[in-house]
């Protein structure tokens, strides 16, 4: 996948402090994954970067979930 398919998707783009990020909520990220994982205390974003699907619990640092 690619970062224009996150945002077809329906993801929110956010570019700051030299990242290049696309957010997407739980239930597309559910989708995507086969989860059941909520909105409360998770964080999910494609990182263009590293061309990867990340989830950050309560802040911490994110962890891959899938790379492309």
Known sequence: MTKQDFIN??????????KNRVYIN????????GTAFGDNNNRFFFDCETNALMRSY??????VEIQY
């Open 9 to 18: 998707m329906g993801g929110k783009v956010w570019e700051k402090h030299g």
């Open 58 to 63: 309560k802040g911490k640092k994110p962890a």
């Open 26 to 33: 739980a239930e597309q990220f559910n989708e995507l994954r």
